[in-house]
């Protein structure tokens, strides 16, 4: 089958015959994609069966949209699909219809110009593209290739050198094009009318069961309980429609922007709307900055840039011109790759930094939804859906209940059938069977637990953005902790620095002051990224506390300053009392002058891929500029001459970062002479980054926050893991790791190094662990690296914890997946890990059913805060779109806070589950009783059950508070357990068995008088004996169960301490005991109550209250939490106890591998030969976790906290 329509002359087309197709794929936002096309027949027998089912059919297609379109829609090919069905990464089902626009003479497109824009030929019938949207992003047909693809920008496929070509600026012709193509430039958030969400409301399944409840209540003539449940749903509508409204108004309040900017046209400069911006466009950043509202790329000049909008860091960037040589022409410009080149939107430009009269110029890269703004705002409107189980069981349970509404309705209709009852009564009864088996009110209620907790959680300081989140919280098996800033002190302390002379380490000095004016001295007060805004000095704190101890000053440059550095310095430093003369005219390459005055001529930002910066410097007097750059050890070392290197180096630096220091390195080099500035400007990195001479190391301390032991301790004494990634160094990261507690003094550290295959050399894996015993005082001993590593003892099996770097972990993913799950569960720290790893670590332990909590403070930790079931960020902001959670309190105190009210959240949610379904099934046996008597609950009585008992009890059930304590013992994360089956079948049990007793108990009375019924007047029948004895028990029954489902101790606080919960039992307890004890006249009448002729049987209904309450505390606390309850029902059902997760079964075959951990310091079978890697097991961890492919990211800051800490 063709592609749509005529290709046009000159071009060949593919033909295609694909259904289907995969988009994005390799992306977070992969997706499938599966081409349909309406059947005229179809449809017509689609709007037949909406007539024929009263409207049933049109529900059911407006709740799935995607069924609608399989019985309107056939399959065809995507060249001749008019809608698509997409299956997103979470196994939703999304339906778009795919548009054609026109290419008219209004927009001047031509299809060269279409072409030049894409890079590709996408029109078809050579005037029109076809094209669908999908959450806000466009994707258009490429006839060519036969697929659908996002429509990009210049953010793909475009060479750096094709940028400058580019600063002239757009004309007016060409951004009208491209605003044709791409649109305005507009994050818009939809505010739908209060009309509309009322009809989307309403058309909720929870509210179209409702109504279809009341309804039928009308019609069966309970007007009063009919009309409280209408104002009560009317309340509930009127709160979620005006809470709904009022949140996407914030949300459109928070996105909206509105600002005039400079843009250069032709050579000049015009203010234009921001919305009218395109790819493409030149943007002129003024002197005191602005906020960007699109992506852009800098091509001139510095910008100091608050990017804390999108990362929650406050620490202020500074960006840098996109290179500009022949070296990286070619290279293909990725806003990932090039984040320190990059504007994103969002952000607020503090100020610029530019040389003379140049202008700071951006190109446009991206605009509306496709910026970095924009897809925040997307996460927001389209979060990622979270499996939670307690609403998967909670469906499982109401068609359950529906199943046994089914039996009930069949039994109504054969017991009115045989009473000769009238058709409308047999309808209406039995219809009403329905209403009162399946409770209608489960999902909110379900809710009200979380919402309290979300409350408590919101006046400690700790905000939540995904409410559902807050149950996943109480089932957390692992949480994982960043290391600086999270559980250390965000600043560092400089220690000291340790000078290298001649390759010699001289002695430490503490006091940085005390240095002469010498190469390392001039490092440390250039080698950074500072800047001033508004005379405060601003940057990262590693390199505010190194230039703080020095005690020089740093200023921005005037434009005498600036004249003296052949106007191109754009910082200058110089040491305290520093008086400026310039007395002297020289040309601008020959400096006489003799001065200590520092000038940086250009800054290399710090690259995770590179894990150094350097800067280019010229000094005052001085004929020729230097470079000097700083970074970690092992990467400055690769750089240095040999010549340069103390011989000891590897044993001052283990030494160092074993006691944990963080410990960078510092280099330079004189430059050629005949270096001028312009080249300077020019020069490739790696050709002046090379053949450099060791200054020294430099010795950071990074204490541990107060509260990080304390808490890390109350965690593993709940048995929660621990794990820490960190983009920090190994030893570091393993020294920080024992200092607070994640690793105990007689826990051994095996580390593992494994080798990719280069060619050359087998894949291999080395198995060596570290020493502990560390000496307070500075290394002086004898000692060496591989002194450190020793082989295992023979003693191997027991209190052993992997510690593995990012390289170690992606070899591990691509050539070893079959041991993932091994490293996964066992490993305890995790070192240099890039964002992206950090990410998939996360998904790792996921994937071996793991419950997950992350707990960071960086931009390079969002990805893996996102993932995780439970990702708590600390921040200054309420809320942070780059999590579930977000803490203002800057500690790691908020992790036991959520896990306290996750656990308070999460058995308050199934204690109501199961009061819920109590309650439907106690009302479900008292109607199947009093319909055999043809009889009936009265309205008020229907009343005083639903709205006294029910809704109180249900409003002021999850009010109760988390226990102080998180114990070992997790609560159960699913109803379809043992306990709560269990818990549920013997309740159900009682409970009938209850009122089935009391009901013959009442025959067997003397005086008891059998119902007659009125056949002309059904509702007379009400008022009997039977119908006010099964009132009374089944009131009693409804108090008793929320008394036995409070469950107190030991995830929240005992139900006394609920006040308001346990004040209202006890009033609804006593006015029932006064209902049931005092023969009230006006109370029985208003209730359609029968007065008993004696006043003894009144006490027979007490003590069957009293014995059913003794019964069900009996079962809820003396049997279910029993184990061998458990054991005995396993027994029963012939089942083997097997692992309940697939993490407890990497477990036991760690446990029953001999081999495990090796012993040998290298070698392990490859992927080639995965038969050698414990195949005796059964559940083998190659099984358990798929081969997957190897994502490393880039880590813009190493740890979140330093652009120069590695």
Same mark, same amino acid.
């Given at each position: 089958?063709?592609?749509?329509?005529?290709?046009?002359?000159?071009?060949?087309?593919?033909?295609?015959?694909?259904?289907?197709?995969?988009?994005?794929?390799?992306?977070?936002?992969?997706?499938?994609?599966?081409?349909?096309?309406?059947?005229?027949?179809?449809?017509?027998?689609?709007?037949?069966?909406?007539?024929?089912?009263?409207?049933?059919?049109?529900?059911?297609?407006?709740?799935?949209?995607?069924?609608?379109?399989?019985?309107?829609?056939?399959?065809?090919?995507?060249?001749?699909?008019?809608?698509?069905?997409?299956?997103?990464?979470?196994?939703?089902?999304?339906?778009?219809?795919?548009?054609?626009?026109?290419?008219?003479?209004?927009?001047?497109?031509?299809?060269?110009?279409?072409?030049?824009?894409?890079?590709?030929?996408?029109?078809?019938?050579?005037?029109?593209?076809?094209?669908?949207?999908?959450?806000?992003?466009?994707?258009?047909?490429?006839?060519?290739?036969?697929?659908?693809?996002? #429509?990009?920008?210049?953010?793909?496929?475009?060479?750096?050198?094709?940028?400058?070509?580019?600063?002239?600026?757009?004309?007016?012709?060409?951004?009208?094009?491209?605003?044709?193509?791409?649109?305005?430039?507009?994050?818009?958030?939809?505010?739908?009318?209060?009309?509309?969400?009322?009809?989307?409301?309403?058309?909720?399944?929870?509210? &179209?069961?409702? %109504?279809?409840?009341?309804?039928?209540?009308?019609?069966?003539?309970?007007?009063?309980?009919?009309?409280?449940?209408?104002?009560?749903?009317?309340?509930?509508?009127?709160?979620?429609?005006?809470?709904?409204?009022?949140?996407?108004?914030?949300?459109?309040?928070?996105?909206?922007?509105?600002?005039?900017?400079?843009?250069?046209?032709?050579?000049?400069?015009?203010?234009?709307?921001?919305?009218?911006?395109?790819?493409?466009?030149?943007?002129?950043?003024?002197?005191?900055?602005?906020?960007?509202?699109?992506?852009?790329?800098?091509?001139?000049?510095?910008?100091?840039?608050?990017?804390?909008?999108?990362?929650?860091?406050?620490?202020?960037?500074?960006?840098?011109?996109?290179?500009?040589?022949?070296?990286?022409?070619?290279?293909?410009?990725?806003?990932?790759?090039?984040?320190?080149?990059?504007?994103?939107?969002?952000?607020?430009?503090?100020?610029?930094?530019?040389?003379?009269?140049?202008?700071?110029?951006?190109?446009?890269?991206?605009?509306?939804?496709?910026?970095?703004?924009?897809?925040?705002?997307?996460?927001?409107?389209?979060?990622?859906?979270?499996?939670?189980?307690?609403?998967?069981?909670?469906?499982?349970?109401?068609?359950?209940?529906?199943?046994?509404?089914?039996?009930?309705?069949?039994?109504?209709?054969?017991?009115?059938?045989?009473?000769?009852?009238?058709?409308?009564?047999?309808?209406?009864?039995?219809?009403?069977?329905?209403?009162?088996?399946?409770?209608?009110?489960?999902?909110?209620?379900?809710?009200?637990?979380?919402?309290?907790?979300?409350?408590?959680?919101?006046?400690?300081?700790?905000?939540?953005?995904?409410?559902?989140?807050?149950?996943?919280?109480?089932?957390?098996?692992?949480?994982?902790?960043?290391?600086?800033?999270? #559980?250390?002190?965000?600043?560092?302390?400089?220690?000291?620095?340790?000078?290298?002379?001649?390759?010699?380490?001289?002695? @430490?000095?503490?006091?940085?002051?005390?240095?002469?004016?010498?190469?390392?001295?001039?490092?440390?007060?250039?080698?950074?990224?500072?800047?001033?805004?508004?005379?405060?000095?601003?940057?990262?704190?590693?390199?505010?506390? @190194?230039?703080?101890?020095?005690?020089?000053?740093?200023?921005?440059?005037?434009?005498?300053?600036?004249?003296?550095?052949?106007?191109?310095?754009?910082?200058?430093?110089?040491?305290?009392?520093?008086?400026?003369?310039?007395?002297?005219?020289?040309?601008?390459?020959?400096?006489?002058?003799?001065?200590?005055?520092?000038?940086?001529?250009?800054?290399?930002? /710090?690259?995770?891929?590179?894990?150094?910066?350097?800067?280019?410097?010229?000094?005052?007097?001085?004929?020729?500029?230097?470079?000097?750059?700083?970074?970690?050890?092992?990467?400055?070392?690769?750089?240095?001459?040999?010549?340069?290197?103390?011989?000891?180096?590897?044993?001052?630096?283990?030494?160092?970062?074993?006691?944990?220091?963080?410990?960078?390195?510092?280099?330079?080099?004189?430059?050629?002479?005949?270096?001028?500035?312009?080249?300077?400007?020019?020069?490739?990195?790696?050709?002046?980054?090379?053949?450099?001479?060791?200054?020294?190391?430099?010795?950071?301390?990074?204490?541990?926050?107060?509260?990080?032991?304390?808490?890390?301790?109350?965690?593993?004494?709940?048995?929660?893991?621990?794990?820490?990634?960190?983009?920090?160094?190994?030893?570091?990261?393993?020294?920080?790791?024992?200092?607070?507690?994640?690793?105990?003094?007689?826990?051994?550290?095996?580390?593992?190094?494994?080798?990719?295959?280069?060619?050359?050399?087998?894949?291999?894996?080395?198995?060596?662990?570290?020493?502990?015993?560390?000496?307070?005082?500075?290394?002086?001993?004898?000692?060496?690296?591989?002194?450190?590593?020793?082989?295992?003892?023979?003693?191997?099996?027991?209190?052993?914890?992997?510690?593995?770097?990012?390289?170690? /972990?992606?070899?591990?993913?691509?050539?070893?997946?079959?041991?993932?799950?091994?490293?996964?569960?066992?490993?305890?720290?995790?070192?240099?890990?890039?964002?992206?790893?950090?990410?998939?670590?996360?998904?790792?332990?996921?994937?071996?059913?793991?419950?997950?909590?992350?707990?960071?403070?960086?931009?390079?930790?969002?990805?893996?805060?996102?993932?995780?079931?439970?990702?708590?960020?600390?921040?200054?902001?309420?809320?942070?779109?780059?999590?579930?959670?977000?803490?203002?309190?800057?500690?790691?105190?908020?992790?036991?806070?959520?896990?306290?009210?996750?656990?308070?959240?999460? &058995?308050?949610?199934?204690?109501?589950?199961?009061?819920?379904?109590?309650?439907?099934?106690?009302?479900?046996?008292?109607?199947?009783?009093?319909?055999?008597?043809?009889?009936?609950?009265?309205?008020?009585?229907?009343?005083?059950?639903? %709205?006294?008992?029910?809704?109180?009890?249900?409003?002021?059930?999850?009010?109760?508070?988390?226990?102080?304590?998180?114990?070992?013992?997790?609560?159960?994360?699913?109803?379809?357990?043992?306990?709560?089956?269990?818990?549920?079948?013997?309740?159900?049990?009682?409970?009938?068995?209850?009122?089935?007793?009391?009901?013959?108990?009442?025959?067997?009375?003397?005086?008891?008088?059998?119902?007659?019924?009125?056949?002309?007047?059904?509702?007379?029948?009400?008022?009997?004996?039977?119908?006010?004895?099964?009132?009374?028990?089944?009131?009693?029954?409804?108090?008793?169960?929320?008394?036995?489902?409070?469950?107190?101790?030991?995830?929240?606080?005992?139900?006394?301490?609920?006040?308001?919960?346990?004040?209202?039992?006890?009033?609804?307890?006593?006015?029932?005991?006064?209902?049931?004890?005092?023969?009230?006249?006006?109370?029985?009448?208003?209730?359609?109550?029968?007065?008993?002729?004696?006043?003894?049987?009144?006490?027979?209904?007490?003590?069957?209250?009293?014995?059913?309450?003794?019964?069900?505390?009996?079962?809820?606390?003396?049997?279910?939490?029993?184990?061998?309850?458990?054991?005995?029902?396993?027994?029963?059902?012939?089942?083997?106890?097997?692992?309940?997760?697939?993490?407890?079964?990497?477990?036991?075959?760690?446990?029953?591998?001999?081999?495990?951990?090796?012993?040998?310091?290298?070698?392990?079978?490859?992927?080639?030969?995965?038969?050698?890697?414990?195949?005796?097991?059964?559940?083998?961890?190659?099984?358990?976790?798929?081969?997957?492919?190897?994502?490393?990211?880039?880590?813009?800051?190493?740890?979140? &906290?330093?652009?120069?800490? /590695?």
């Amino acid at each position: 089958m063709s592609a749509d329509g005529d290709s046009g002359p000159g071009v060949a087309y593919h033909r295609t015959q694909s259904v289907r197709t995969v988009l994005n794929e390799g992306e977070d936002d992969e997706i499938e994609c599966i081409g349909y096309k309406r059947s005229v027949l179809r449809v017509v027998l689609c709007y037949i069966g909406m007539i024929w089912t009263a409207g049933i059919l049109w529900l059911i297609f407006y709740w799935r949209a995607d069924w609608k379109l399989k019985c309107m829609a056939y399959q065809v090919c995507l060249s001749e699909a008019t809608w698509v069905l997409i299956k997103d990464g979470y196994t939703q089902n999304h339906v778009s219809k795919v548009q054609r626009l026109t290419i008219d003479k209004d927009s001047g497109l031509t299809r060269e110009d279409i072409k030049l824009m894409l890079r590709k030929d996408v029109l078809v019938n050579s005037h029109e593209f076809r094209f669908f949207r999908y959450q806000k992003l466009k994707y258009i047909w490429n006839p060519t290739d036969g697929v659908f693809s996002k #429509l990009r920008a210049l953010d793909d496929g475009v060479k750096s050198y094709e940028f400058f070509q580019q600063l002239q600026g757009l004309s007016e012709d060409e951004q009208r094009k491209r605003r044709f193509l791409y649109g305005e430039n507009v994050i818009n958030i939809r505010v739908r009318s209060y009309f509309v969400l009322l009809i989307q409301e309403v058309l909720n399944p929870f509210y &179209v069961f409702q %109504l279809f409840s009341v309804l039928l209540w009308f019609s069966d003539e309970y007007y009063y309980y009919a009309s409280c449940i209408v104002i009560m749903s009317a309340g509930s509508i009127f709160i979620s429609l005006v809470t709904t409204r009022k949140q996407s108004v914030m949300l459109r309040d928070m996105v909206a922007s509105s600002h005039m900017v400079q843009i250069s046209r032709s050579g000049e400069e015009f203010m234009v709307d921001e919305k009218k911006l395109v790819p493409g466009d030149v943007l002129v950043i003024p002197p005191n900055g602005c906020p960007m509202t699109c992506d852009a790329v800098l091509l001139t000049g510095n910008c100091i840039v608050n990017e804390s909008m999108l990362t929650g860091e406050s620490v202020p960037i500074t960006k840098t011109p996109l290179p500009n040589n022949e070296q990286e022409a070619n290279v293909i410009y990725s806003p990932e790759e090039h984040k320190r080149h990059t504007l994103y939107c969002g952000t607020q430009v503090i100020q610029t930094r530019y040389y003379g009269s140049e202008l700071v110029k951006a190109v446009v890269v991206r605009t509306g939804f496709s910026t970095a703004k924009g897809t925040l705002v997307r996460a927001i409107l389209y979060p990622k859906p979270m499996d939670i189980k307690l609403y998967r069981d909670a469906l499982k349970f109401i068609s359950v209940m529906f199943g046994i509404a089914a039996i009930g309705f069949i039994y109504t209709i054969i017991v009115l059938a045989l009473q000769d009852a009238t058709a409308r009564e047999i309808v209406l009864k039995a219809l009403d069977i329905i209403t009162i088996a399946v409770p209608p009110a489960l999902p909110a209620a379900l809710t009200i637990g979380i919402v309290y907790a979300q409350n408590r959680l919101k006046r400690k300081s700790i905000y939540c953005i995904s409410p559902s989140r807050i149950n996943l919280c109480g089932t957390l098996d692992v949480v994982c902790f960043d290391k600086t800033g999270t #559980l250390t002190e965000d600043g560092l302390d400089l220690m000291g620095v340790v000078p290298a002379e001649n390759a010699r380490f001289s002695k @430490m000095v503490t006091n940085i002051q005390q240095l002469p004016f010498d190469n390392l001295l001039v490092a440390m007060t250039t080698c950074h990224s500072l800047t001033r805004i508004q005379g405060e000095l601003n940057g990262d704190p590693l390199d505010v506390k @190194m230039f703080d101890a020095t005690n020089w000053t740093l200023e921005e440059p005037t434009e005498t300053e600036s004249s003296n550095f052949d106007m191109l310095m754009p910082t200058i430093v110089k040491p305290p009392g520093t008086v400026q003369n310039y007395n002297e005219t020289v040309p601008n390459s020959d400096f006489k002058q003799v001065g200590t005055e520092v000038g940086i001529v250009r800054q290399f930002p /710090f690259s995770s891929s590179l894990q150094r910066m350097s800067v280019i410097t010229r000094t005052l007097g001085e004929d020729h500029m230097a470079v000097y750059s700083k970074g970690a050890p092992e990467k400055i070392l690769s750089l240095c001459s040999t010549k340069s290197i103390p011989e000891d180096f590897h044993k001052m630096l283990v030494g160092y970062t074993k006691q944990g220091f963080r410990v960078l390195a510092i280099a330079w080099k004189p430059l050629d002479p005949s270096l001028q500035w312009h080249k300077a400007l020019k020069v490739p990195r790696d050709d002046v980054e090379n053949d450099l001479q060791l200054l020294g190391l430099l010795v950071m301390q990074n204490k541990l926050k107060p509260e990080t032991t304390p808490v890390i301790k109350e965690l593993i004494a709940a048995q929660i893991r621990i794990v820490m990634v960190t983009g920090d160094n190994m030893l570091t990261a393993v020294n920080v790791a024992r200092k607070c507690g994640i690793l105990q003094p007689h826990d051994r550290v095996i580390m593992v190094e494994a080798l990719p295959p280069d060619g050359i050399k087998v894949e291999n894996i080395t198995w060596t662990y570290a020493e502990t015993d560390i000496p307070p005082e500075s290394p002086s001993q004898e000692t060496s690296l591989n002194a450190i590593i020793v082989q295992m003892e023979a003693n191997h099996k027991t209190n052993y914890h992997f510690a593995m770097g990012g390289k170690s /972990f992606a070899a591990i993913r691509d050539h070893y997946p079959y041991l993932m799950p091994r490293f996964a569960v066992s490993g305890t720290v995790f070192a240099r890990m890039s964002p992206n790893q950090k990410a998939q670590l996360v998904e790792s332990l996921q994937e071996l059913e793991y419950s997950v909590g992350m707990c960071g403070d960086g931009a390079n930790d969002t990805g893996a805060l996102k993932t995780a079931h439970a990702g708590i960020s600390l921040s200054e902001a309420e809320a942070s779109v780059a999590s579930p959670f977000t803490s203002k309190i800057p500690n790691i105190t908020c992790v036991p806070e959520v896990i306290r009210e996750g656990r308070a959240a999460l &058995v308050t949610s199934f204690s109501m589950f199961k009061y819920m379904a109590l309650y439907s099934v106690i009302q479900f046996v008292s109607v199947m009783i009093l319909y055999s008597i043809q009889s009936n609950l009265g309205d008020f009585m229907f009343m005083y059950i639903d %709205l006294c008992i029910i809704t109180v009890v249900a409003i002021f059930m999850g009010r109760s508070e988390a226990y102080a304590k998180i114990v070992t013992r997790k609560p159960l994360s699913q109803l379809m357990t043992t306990p709560i089956l269990a818990s549920l079948i013997l309740q159900i049990t009682v409970q009938a068995l209850v009122q089935t007793t009391a009901f013959f108990v009442l025959k067997l009375q003397s005086w008891f008088e059998p119902l007659v019924p009125n056949e002309e007047d059904y509702y007379a029948n009400i008022k009997c004996y039977e119908t006010t004895t099964i009132f009374l028990v089944s009131c009693f029954q409804y108090l008793i169960v929320a008394v036995a489902f409070s469950t107190g101790k030991p995830y929240t606080k005992p139900i006394y301490r609920n006040y308001l919960y346990s004040g209202a039992l006890v009033v609804l307890t006593i006015f029932t005991t006064i209902v049931v004890l005092v023969p009230w006249d006006k109370l029985e009448n208003l209730l359609e109550l029968r007065s008993y002729p004696v006043y003894a049987f009144r006490g027979v209904i007490i003590g069957i209250a009293v014995g059913n309450l003794v019964i069900s505390l009996l079962i809820e606390f003396g049997v279910v939490p029993r184990y061998w309850l458990k054991y005995i029902l396993e027994c029963m059902w012939c089942r083997e106890t097997k692992p309940s997760r697939k993490f407890n079964a990497v477990e036991i075959e760690m446990e029953n591998d001999p081999e495990w951990p090796p012993l040998e310091g290298a070698s392990y079978p490859t992927v080639e030969h995965p038969a050698e890697a414990g195949e005796d097991n059964g559940n083998s961890s190659k099984e358990l976790l798929s081969n997957q492919e190897t994502q490393t990211g880039v880590n813009e800051k190493g740890d979140g &906290v330093s652009s120069t800490q /590695f």
